[in-house]
């Protein structure tokens, strides 16, 4: 290995002793960027170009935008109006969860961003956490629906915005993981049902657009279902995207279980670790962490698929948006309306993707072999 | 007094290939057995048959006393009175050097954590790492990743430990750190089933050595005898192919 080194070394200054580089002023290596060859010419064009686009996007977004207005009239004469973001901030945020309630679903949302934080120090990770997080979901869900402790209750479809999306994301994500599991062992398995079983449901879900899948949980289930069985409805689009979400993440965590050396369970036998204990301390905590890029895929996905339940009726943060742009009062408002909720969607799923960074980072530190 | 191990009329097949030939042998307690023989031989198959790693198709196993079969507890039971190395070591990658000792013990004893760090630090200082406690496998040498799976097996306090070719995948300088450890557990009194081609340990610390070829036993004899006068031809050839004995 040193031998190797040191001739590669030698070979590369002895390269670069051949062209010795000319001192060049800082202006001269950058017009050499831009237009060294035809390449970097070409390149510089479209940029300028695509520039340029953007400037009448600027003058509209930043430059002629009303940021402040005494009445939605003023908006008229073009240009962004953010004023009414700030007008309709509530509605888009919380749909048409009562305003004077509007602080239990504030709390919700700094208790789930709350409970995320708490999750992405690897430190805490462990059984207590689930506990957390249930415990969590509990106070969240009695906060958002109320009728104890003196809070009024508000039935679930005056739950709307940003608690329902994020409400959506984190459990759709959090309850899959534990049937993604279980399929993705069962598509192990040696025995021929629970292979087959497993095989069937996760290809038969993988299989239907979502869209359907939400059809089929928040308009057909209650046709099938006896009268007085009344489930609701943001319950059961919660399980189709649940369902939905298992299916792929049951395939991302298979592949990190392919890539398991067998001796790994092996010696867990030997040393008489029982399965499931041998699947959550030894097997687990190695085939996800083969799985960090996929897994964020994932979740990045779901995060946005929860837009799509706007279709069935729930009223998401998309939905909100969508609503609040209807308003005559204001002059065609939508694309102030979508940027936003843009924005917000952009800001969630770039965090997952930063962490998911950095915990990769952090964990090959280990350099284990 | 109970055999250690007891085996016999043991057969075992993968499809149609016949792994193992009316395998008999026995091991007493505190005694030391060596198995060798060439690749292929069925002697990783024999030892994984021991703890049940393998599943064998005819015959008996008995390990301290109980039978070994389709029996959930008895089987607990068995992995309890045996520890395992193996070839690759099989630390579990994203656990430091002491938890590696540590959580099998609080997952499959339910050992108070207290009490399995102390004897965990107790083993680990017994083959010599102890100075790697905090460290993950992945930053230590083969040799020293070996030493500290002889340390996890030895925290779950077995009365046998078997060894699957445990210096196989070494690089040679480190192998005799290996060997010390295993001559230093034999000289404690541990009974031990070893597959290996390290030969000189077993002229050193072997009480029998078991010569294995094509799934049969062709011969069991004690180490002086076995390497000075073989009795059967096929152990003569094998002696015979071996650079140092």
Request: a neutral charge; charged letters at 15%; aromatic letters at 8%.
């Amino acid at each position: 290995m040193p031998t190797e080194k040191t001739t590669f070394t030698s070979l590369h200054t002895g390269g670069s002793m051949t062209q010795v580089p000319e001192r060049q002023s800082r202006l001269s290596g950058f017009v050499k960027t831009l237009f060294g060859d035809r390449l970097s010419i070409a390149l510089t064009l479209i940029s300028v170009l695509i520039i340029y686009a953007f400037v009448p996007v600027i003058d509209w977004a930043l430059i002629r935008a009303h940021w402040t207005v005494a009445s939605p009239a003023e908006c008229q004469s073009g240009g962004a109006c953010w004023a009414f973001i700030g007008a309709k901030l509530r509605l888009i945020l919380f749909g048409l969860y009562p305003p004077e309630e509007q602080w239990r679903a504030v709390i919700v949302i700094v208790l789930i961003m709350a409970l995320v934080l708490l999750t992405l120090s690897p430190r805490f990770w462990g059984a207590r956490l689930l506990l957390v997080w249930a415990a969590g979901i509990a106070v969240m869900l009695v906060l958002m629906g109320g009728g104890v402790m003196g809070l009024p209750p508000v039935p679930t479809s005056k739950w709307g915005g940003l608690p329902v999306t994020l409400l959506l994301a984190v459990l759709s994500l959090g309850l899959a993981f534990p049937f993604s599991v279980v399929l993705a062992l069962g598509r192990r398995s040696a025995q021929p049902v629970t292979r087959g079983l497993s095989v069937l449901v996760i290809e038969l879900v993988r299989g239907l657009p979502l869209v359907g899948l939400l059809f089929v949980a928040a308009i057909l289930m209650p046709l099938f279902l006896p009268p007085d069985w009344n489930i609701d409805k943001l319950g059961r689009t919660l399980a189709a995207l649940t369902i939905f979400a298992a299916a792929y993440l049951a395939e991302v965590i298979r592949g990190g279980l392919q890539g398991l050396p067998y001796g790994q369970t092996e010696a867990a036998q030997a040393l008489g670790i029982p399965y499931w204990r041998t699947i959550w301390h030894i097997v687990l905590p190695q085939a996800i962490q083969k799985v960090i890029p996929p897994l964020t895929n994932t979740a990045i996905v779901m995060v946005k698929n929860t837009s799509l339940v706007l279709i069935v009726g729930v009223f998401d943060m998309l939905s909100a948006a969508r609503s609040a742009a209807t308003d005559p009062m204001w002059p065609a408002p939508s694309a102030e309306a979508y940027l936003f909720v843009a924005m917000i969607y952009f800001v969630i799923c770039y965090g997952i993707a930063a962490y998911s960074r950095h915990i990769e980072t952090d964990l090959t530190a280990r350099s284990h072999s | 007094m109970t055999l250690a191990i007891d085996v016999s009329g043991l057969n075992k097949y993968y499809g149609n290939y016949h792994a193992l030939r009316d395998v008999d042998f026995s091991v007493e307690e505190r005694q030391r057995v060596v198995i060798c023989g060439p690749s292929g031989s069925g002697k990783s198959t024999l030892i994984r048959c021991l703890n049940r790693l393998e599943r064998h198709d005819g015959g008996r196993i008995c390990i301290g006393g109980i039978e070994l079969g389709d029996n959930l507890r008895d089987l607990d039971a068995v992995r309890r009175e045996a520890g395992m190395v193996f070839q690759h070591f099989n630390l579990f990658p994203h656990m430091t050097v002491l938890e590696n000792c540590v959580m099998p013990q609080v997952l499959s004893r339910k050992t108070a954590r207290r009490d399995a760090v102390e004897r965990a630090h107790a083993y680990l200082e017994r083959v010599h790492i102890l100075d790697q406690a905090t460290k993950y496998p992945g930053q230590l040498s083969g040799g020293q990743q070996q030493r500290v799976a002889i340390a996890r097996a030895l925290c779950m306090q077995p009365r046998i430990m078997l060894f699957d070719e445990p210096t196989s995948a070494l690089d040679p300088e480190m192998i005799r750190e290996v060997l010390d450890t295993m001559v230093d557990l034999a000289e404690g009194g541990m009974t031990m089933v070893v597959v290996t081609h390290e030969m000189g340990f077993a002229r050193q610390v072997a009480d029998l050595v078991v010569y294995m070829e094509a799934g049969e036993i062709v011969e069991i004899a004690p180490p002086d005898r076995f390497f000075d006068a073989p009795q059967d031809e096929r152990s003569r050839r094998f002696l015979s192919k071996l650079v140092t004995a």
